[in-house]
């Protein structure tokens, strides 16, 4: 569940842990790698991506249930068999 | 537990749009301005991540007579809305204002030097929303606020108001980091915490933060009003949005496309071709549209932008990213979703918890010191930017004439939550927020959800004071983010509590109050319908507005 980071690439600055208002990263220390303590509170605004510094450190993951349905040309042709 | 006590003349509660304009304002008229935000205040509220439309009359385009775009906006879009024309009238004589206030601090309302008027439009009609770049507008107006003097406190979720008679004199919040309690002595208190969600089930059930607002307005203000006192209107006339089906994610009038039925049908009467001039505004008469379609065997509706050109395509994505709308963007490039060849299903979002605080044009509740701004009051970024000034003029305004009183008469309210604190930390056993926050919507939502009667909304009620017991006496906080959950959880059962009094005194069925066994709408109820606290109970009343 989102977000995820990238510990190679994180620079431990701390932004997404001040910027986000759900405070996902509830218990992070100061200047360490953020923990993600409470994943199911996310709601994916993206703050957390924005304010990152280093492209690629963090990123969302969108859950499963929230896969939005769309249709394509092939989705009303009835099942083969 | 420490207790800092802060001093200010006003007392912003909420940092999102309605709370940092008062705090502007209000800064601006000299008063010494705190705003407690419970979360970060860059990134707080429903316009945290942008808009895109803003409602306004702009003489120069509608010309002088502002009662005719009033005159426009009832007949049309806000025909059904329960507000009084003098709080429209106090919206739009300040609202064209507003925005070149926010064109000149760096909040794009103007496209290429002009008005843009786009969506939100029935074709042929007079145009009443410009578009404008908002993705960065917290940001702005967090600095704006700054730049004036105003202090952000963030991370501070305010639960109590304080008064000294019928005065507000102040509020009493928690840390949600670490283990403090702040009292602030404020001359003046203004309300701006938002919405409320997470009162009934939400799309998915159990995901309770996939919510286009977010998932953490949880009708703070309205609890605590009513606690104090203050009234509310309408508590029981919940609210619906549309958009995707499964995320969560406004932005209706950013689509340039037409709500379609399985059969490629258009929904509605208004547009038949995508046009990015109008959107399609069905959705706006009829959010119920893919819920109906579907239960009548006619579904799955869909957003069809198929077929549009590649300049319009990307006109809609630049606005959904100033909408709010990124993660969505995000989300349909990485699952190769493309509006252009793939229509998308929309539906019905589930219920919203309803209400308003009682304010007037000049936003003053009914309590003195006491102000109410934004979606606690009046609802939509127009609104909230309008009456968040409005009401930081009036507070301050009231600030200059009082003095501060004294918070330790209110040492009770204090010393009571303080004691509620300690429960929740201390215990070890228990459910958490999360599942007293599920049992509440399961009997929202079974009871006085979609249909209400009212052997139905006695049986919910009685079961909601039986959760509401346990909460009281078992819930538990492993720590300080879940403490301020808690109390989030703790306002949700009062606003549920209230939903279930004025749903049963509501005997008339209206637009999302649906009572089979009062089935004809009551023209006679076209009023507010206030409930306030007299002792510990709540007790009802109908005024016209």
Known sequence: MPPIINPDLCIKCDRCVNI????????????????ITYPRECVHFNGCVDVCPVPGAIWLRYPMPSMIVYRTSSDYEAPPG | MEEQLIECDVLCVGGGIAGLMAAIRASELGANVVVAEKGNAHYSGCGRRGNDHFETWIPEVHGADK????????KTAKGEILIGRDILRAQFGKAHEIVELWDEWGIPMRQKGKWEFAGHAFPGRMMTHIKYEGRFQKTVLVQQARKRGARIMNRIMVDELLRDGDRVIGAVGVHTREDKVFVFQAKAVILGTGKCSRLYQGLTPGMM???GHGGVQTGDGRAMAYRAGAELM?????????????????????????????????????????????????MEVNKLAPEQYGERGRGPVYMDCTGISDEDAAYMRHWHIHEGNVSLVDHMDAEGIDPRKHPIEFSTYPLRGGGLIVANEKAETSLPGLYAAGDEAMGDISAAATFGWISGDTAATYARTVEHGDVEVTRPIIAALESRVDELRGR????????ANIALQQVMTDYAGKVRNEARLLQGLAHLRRL????????????QHELGRCLEVHNLFDVGELTFHAALDRRESRGLHNRPDYPFKNPLLSQAH????????????????
């Not at chain 2, 009662?67 to 009832?74: A, G, H, M, T, V």
């Not at chain 2, 006496?473 to 720590?479: C, F, L, V």
Request: net charge negative.
């Open chain 2, 530 to 545: 206030i409930v306030r606290m007299e002792g510990d109970r709540p007790v009802t009343d109908w005024r016209s507005y």
């Open chain 2, 209 to 211: 933060f996939n919510d």
């Open chain 2, 234 to 282: 309408n508590v029981e006339m919940p609210q619906r949005h549309i958009g995707p089906k499964y995320f969560a994610k406004f932005g209706q009038a950013t689509w340039v496309g037409v709500l379609r039925d399985a059969e490629g049908k258009p929904v509605g009467p208004f547009v038949s071709e995508p046009d990015r001039r109008y959107g399609d505004i069905v």
């Open chain 2, 67 to 74: 009662e005719k775009f009033i005159d426009e906006l009832l």
């Open chain 1, 20 to 35: 986000c208002t759900e405070d996902v990263f509830f218990g992070s220390k100061k200047h360490e790698t953020p923990v």
């Open chain 2, 468 to 479: 509401r017991q346990k909460v009281d006496t078992e819930m538990m906080a492993r720590n």
């Open chain 2, 428 to 435: 070890g056993n228990g459910p958490d927020w999360e599942e």
